[in-house]
């Protein structure tokens, strides 16, 4: 039996996450004074010195420290904040010299945000670190206050915390019941406190991800580049296939059935009841080898799915899935071929997982639109399990989604059933 755990309000105090943001909140007040301070001090000299020629080694010079110290933060932020943000895109000068290193580098607009981070993150690093520390250190010595309560009359000569004196009335905490709100009071600090702690760091996180991180057109065309890449070996994936299909298959029969044609000429003359029985069966294999290119071609691109769209292909599709299957198509109009031809794949490999490894009595395949998004949906009631981890097909599709900004949700739980969630970009 699992034992119940304390309420999160509770926990938080004691936490791992909140002593690391607390440090985290802690140590940023005399780092970012050591950021704002050198980096307004070269970016300042090297402005003052522009109309000379000393001030551009000087000026690129401070940005690439910002840069320096930007890697300091993304390290501190993993660190302590669990916050992941890749490096910005390197410098690169055309020529590599020292002079287009330092164009490169003042062009540069991460390296802009990096010192516009050193100059901003300074006045709030100041209130981070007093709000902070002012809600940790209150909270916990007023929590803790009837024990060390003693302190005040066997050391400072009076019977406890001074809260009010004027030189004529003095007020100290002192009483059972005074301690005992003191106490209370320090209680609703320390359970308060950790919640605030969270909130200035996930402004920190904002400006660690939004400032110190790569762009988002930078980020963009590494997401094309990786894409581009998936496509390029889906597309050699698939020729070789097709090249082995057509080796192994058809090429193969209509070589058999050359040679079987060949000995019937032969025996033609001499034998024709013979010869004729050759030309039945090869009649035979002329037609095996049709209907492997006709399957062959419906892999590429089934001609029901050009002709008629995609509820006409999908429905054939589920005429020849293993288990019954109904389909339901809502859409105002047919999507472009390139996402049109996607999702009629997509849904192929989910009915095939479904009729190999599911051990489903029934299926439903849903298609609609919503908004700017195609969505499709297949369920079973099989065994479930499904993982895009282990399993290679899964993984495929989802490689091959990605590389049209779609996305694949996998909800299958152990007993089942499975629910798969495509969503691909709508494009009429």
Not at 84 to 113: D, F, I, Q, Y
Not at 172 to 196: H, K, M, N, Q
């Amino acid at each position: 039996m699992a034992t119940p755990r304390l309420p999160a309000a509770i926990r938080a105090p004691f936490e791992a996450r909140t002593w690391r943001e607390f440090g985290y909140l802690i140590l940023g007040l005399p780092l970012s004074v050591l950021y704002f301070s050198l980096s307004i001090a070269m970016v300042a000299a090297g402005a003052g010195l522009l109309i000379t020629f000393l001030g551009i080694p000087v000026l690129a010079g401070g940005l690439a420290m910002c840069r320096g110290f930007g890697a300091v933060e993304r390290a501190r932020a993993r660190g302590l904040l669990g916050l992941r943000v890749g490096a910005p895109e390197p410098v690169r000068g055309r020529t590599g010299g020292a002079m287009s290193w330092m164009g490169a580098t003042l062009k540069s607009g991460a390296s802009w945000r990096h010192l516009l981070y050193a100059v901003l993150h300074f006045p709030w690093a100041v209130f981070a670190f007093s709000v902070s520390l002012a809600l940790w250190a209150w909270g916990w010595s007023l929590f803790t206050y009837p024990l060390w309560q003693w302190v005040f009359p066997m050391y400072a000569g009076q019977d406890g915390l001074q809260l009010y004196g004027d030189g004529t009335h003095d007020f100290y905490l002192d009483s059972p019941f005074e301690i005992a709100v003191t106490s209370a009071a320090g209680l609703l600090f320390v359970l308060v406190g950790p919640w605030v702690i969270r909130a200035l760091a996930a402004v920190d996180r904002l400006m660690v991800s939004g400032l110190l991180g790569p762009s988002r057109l930078a980020t963009r065309v590494t997401e094309l580049e990786s894409d581009r890449g998936v496509v390029v070996d889906t597309a050699a994936a698939d020729l070789r296939r097709i090249e082995r299909d057509l080796h192994d298959g058809a090429q193969a029969r209509l070589v058999a059935l050359a040679m079987d044609l060949g000995l019937a000429k032969e025996k033609l003359a001499e034998d024709p009841r013979a010869a004729a029985r050759m030309v039945e069966e090869a009649h035979g294999e002329v037609k095996t080898a049709l209907q492997e290119l006709r399957d062959l071609a419906r892999g590429i691109h089934p001609a029901v799915l050009t002709d008629r769209g995609l509820d006409a292909a999908l429905s054939s599709l589920a005429a020849r899935c293993t288990v019954p299957v109904s389909v339901e198509v809502d859409l105002p109009a047919r999507p472009v071929p390139a996402i049109e031809g996607i999702a009629y794949f997509t849904v192929s490999e989910l009915l095939q997982n479904v009729s190999k490894h599911s051990g489903a009595r029934r299926a439903s395949v849903e298609v609609w639109r919503s908004g700017d998004r195609l969505l499709l949906q297949v369920r079973d009631d099989g065994r479930g399990g499904a993982d895009v981890a282990v399993g290679r097909g899964l993984a495929g599709l989802t490689e091959r989604l990605d590389a049209v900004d779609g996305i694949l949700a996998v909800d299958s739980p152990g007993g089942g059933p499975t629910t798969v969630t495509a969503e691909l970009p709508w494009r009429a």
